[in-house]
């Protein structure tokens, strides 16, 4: 069975360690700050100038100034600063964030990412994913396995205007865990219930299975 959001978000939280500066996207991945494992500190870093976010406000904490890149209402840490988004993006810039976790459109087996645009449909602008897939150490893609018409997302080659080339190394979707590498998706787990034909069935690119495929582990 497909992962709900929230499954997806606990799974990412897993490639969280101790001491990283981690950026959040839009979508799935703001979910991941409600999950981060115990026993481990992160500073969770937002484009609109946030260092140190918590976890999603109560009714009691909601402050509808404090917000993340998504414009979504925070809280902020022990420690947070908070700074304008022209330092924010230098931070990005200057190779300062250990990881960043994404949406995307498409990701293709050359680890090429298209998270940005749609022809044809009118969009706000790129916000910093192209900052963050450039300046970032490592980057988590996570999205669901096909479209809501059933094509998938994984691909031999994007066919959307590319965000960065060649700089997704790791995928959680709601059906399984992914490495890119060598020009081919690696899978690494699946979720529970979920089999490996299902997810051979719903990749477009090339996959490689490489003895028992483990269920995620929550």
């Known amino acids: 069975m497909a992962l709900s959001r929230e499954q997806v978000a ?4 897993q490639e969280l360690q101790d001491g990283y500066y981690v950026n959040l996207g839009i979508g799935i991945p703001t979910l991941v700050a409600n999950y981060v494992p115990d026993g481990i ?15 999603y406000p109560t009714k009691e904490e909601l402050d509808a100034d404090m ?9 902020a840490a022990t420690g947070a600063a908070i700074f304008n988004s022209a330092d924010s993006f230098a931070m990005i810039r200057g190779g300062h964030v250990d990881l960043t976790v994404l949406g995307a459109f498409e990701v293709d087996q050359n680890g090429n990412i298209a998270s940005w645009m749609i022809p044809k449909k009118l969009i706000k ?9 450039a300046g970032a150490k490592n980057i988590v893609v996570t999205m669901t396995h096909a479209s809501k018409h059933g094509d998938s997302k994984l691909l031999e080659n994007c066919s ?3 965000t960065g080339v060649n700089c997704v190394k790791k995928i959680v979707t709601d059906l399984a865990v992914l490495e890119v590498k060598d020009g081919a998706f690696h899978l690494l787990e699946r979720a529970p219930g979920v089999s490996v034909d299902e997810i051979i069935s719903k990749t477009a690119g090339k996959l490689l299975v490489d ?8």
Do not use: C, H, Y
């Open 67 to 75: 917000i993340n890149a998504g414009k979504e209402t925070v809280t």
């Open 211 to 218: 003895g028992e495929v483990p269920e995620m582990v929550f």
């Open 125 to 133: 602008g790129m916000g910093g994913a192209m900052d963050l897939v």
């Open 160 to 162: 959307l205007p590319l």
């Open 41 to 55: 500190e992160v500073m969770l870093q937002s484009e609109n100038g946030l260092l140190g976010m918590g976890l």
């Open 10 to 13: 606990m799974r990412v939280a």
